[in-house]
């Protein structure tokens, strides 16, 4: 009989970060041998909780979210019991896996953004239960509050599955052959920095391409960013896919001041996109792999490569993904954790 894997969030199948993760953890745990059912509060996804989803509310009736598991050999809950979203259905989740076989997936603990600071009852663990961070400053401070977890770092496929159709995206969006453009792969919420994507995109002379919605009650603040910039601007998702526009892109600009990891400067690798990249902590940890990102408080130096372009750069870049962050590494770290719990199939 083929075991089961059920993998829980606030919402999954979407375009945000821990969607786009935990559908490679996803394909993973198929490699591995199992079977898997998605569960979340919002998304296309096998069983549908409201209750589940960040700021639900009322969290699922405990029946509800024990009957949508209760056929899975394995959970893995992507950040539900990590980020308090939502603290009602975070400690109903813990509480329906106690004892289980269960791997906590965590990508932004509580004490990392200080408006959570005040939340210490996240993230729960059980002594049967597995943690793994995504980075190694996390999974250091899960230790340092009594929690041992492995670093698992997320995992990108070469070129996102695709390479993109960039042509088709500048025409759909009105982008002239001779026209730069900066793209900003995100949701615009406050700590994506979008002012200074755009004092950017500003500097190069660049169309501002802004693929996300506003979230986090930022629209009337990007409104007004937006109102202001002093060059083209343009917010809307891509017409296709997000590898079109990578595909359309001249650069790609990621000025966060934090992330939990940050997907789009691997992600511009992988479609050979020049990145500049905000410096926060996570990113540091990743630079220090060797990849060659542009600063985004100072625009020359993207400016001079945009003028003189150096493939060996991008190369450098693209290989460097394939070698640390490739789809093969995570289902083999996976797979190694798995099996040291004796939760294989």
């Given at each position: 009989?083929t ?5 829980v969030s ?5 375009s945000?970060?821990?969607?786009v993760?935990a ?5 993973a745990l198929?490699?591995l ?6 569960v979340a509060?919002?998304?296309?996804v096998d069983?549908r909780?409201p209750?589940?989803?960040?700021g639900?509310?009322?969290p699922p009736a ?5 009957a949508a598991l209760?056929d899975a050999d394995?959970v893995?809950?992507?950040?539900l019991c990590?980020i308090p979203l939502?603290?009602?259905a975070a400690?109903?989740?813990a509480a ?13 603990p509580?004490w ?13 663990t059980d002594?049967?239960?597995?943690h793994?961070?995504?980075?190694d400053l996390?999974?250091?401070?899960l230790?340092a509050?009594?929690i041992?977890?492995v670093?698992?770092?997320n995992a990108?496929?070469a ?5 993109g159709?960039g042509?088709?995206a500048?025409?759909?969006?009105g982008?002239g ?10 949701r ?10 755009v004092r950017l995109?500003?500097?190069l002379?660049?169309?501002?391409w802004?693929l ?5 009650g930022?629209a009337d603040?990007l ?5 202001g ?5 343009i917010?809307?998702?891509?017409p296709g896919?997000?590898a079109d ?5 001249d650069a790609?600009v ?5 992330e939990g990891f940050g ?11 020049p990145v500049?990249v905000?410096?926060y902590p ?7 792999l060797g990849f060659?990102?542009?600063?985004t ?14 493939p060996?750069?991008?190369e450098a ?6 070698q ?8 083999e770290?996976?797979?190694?954790l798995?099996?040291?719990a004796?939760?294989?199939?």
């Amino acid at each position: 009989m083929t075991a089961t894997a059920a993998l829980v969030s606030f919402r999954l199948a979407g375009s945000d970060g821990v969607s786009v993760v935990a559908a490679s953890w996803q394909r993973a745990l198929a490699t591995l041998g199992f079977a898997t059912v998605t569960v979340a509060g919002e998304g296309p996804v096998d069983h549908r909780l409201p209750g589940l989803a960040a700021g639900a509310v009322e969290p699922p009736a405990a029946g509800e979210a024990a009957a949508a598991l209760a056929d899975a050999d394995l959970v893995v809950v992507e950040n539900l019991c990590t980020i308090p979203l939502n603290l009602p259905a975070a400690r109903l989740v813990a509480a329906t896996l106690r004892a289980r076989p269960a791997v906590l997936h965590h990508h932004d603990p509580p004490w990392q953004r200080a408006r959570w600071a005040y939340v210490t009852e996240l993230p729960p663990t059980d002594p049967v239960w597995r943690h793994v961070a995504n980075n190694d400053l996390t999974r250091r401070q899960l230790a340092a509050r009594g929690i041992a977890a492995v670093t698992i770092h997320n995992a990108f496929e070469a070129a996102g599955g695709g390479p993109g159709d960039g042509r088709a995206a500048r025409a759909a969006i009105g982008a002239g052959a001779g026209e730069r453009l900066v793209v900003h792969p995100v949701r615009a919420i406050p700590r994506k920095d979008v002012p200074a994507a755009v004092r950017l995109a500003e500097a190069l002379g660049a169309t501002y391409w802004l693929l996300g919605p506003a979230e986090d009650g930022y629209a009337d603040e990007l409104a007004r960013v937006l109102a202001g910039a002093r060059t083209r601007v343009i917010h809307a998702p891509p017409p296709g896919s997000v590898a079109d526009a990578y595909a359309a892109a001249d650069a790609v600009v990621f000025p966060s001041t934090w992330e939990g990891f940050g997907n789009p400067p691997l992600e511009a690798a992988l479609h050979r996109r020049p990145v500049a990249v905000g410096p926060y902590p996570v990113a540091e940890e990743l630079r220090a792999l060797g990849f060659a990102w542009f600063p985004t408080d100072d625009p020359a130096p993207l400016a001079r490569f945009l003028d003189h372009p150096d493939p060996a750069l991008l190369e450098a870049n693209y290989a460097l993904v394939r070698q640390h962050f490739c789809q093969a590494r995570l289902v083999e770290r996976l797979g190694a954790l798995l099996g040291a719990a004796g939760w294989l199939p």
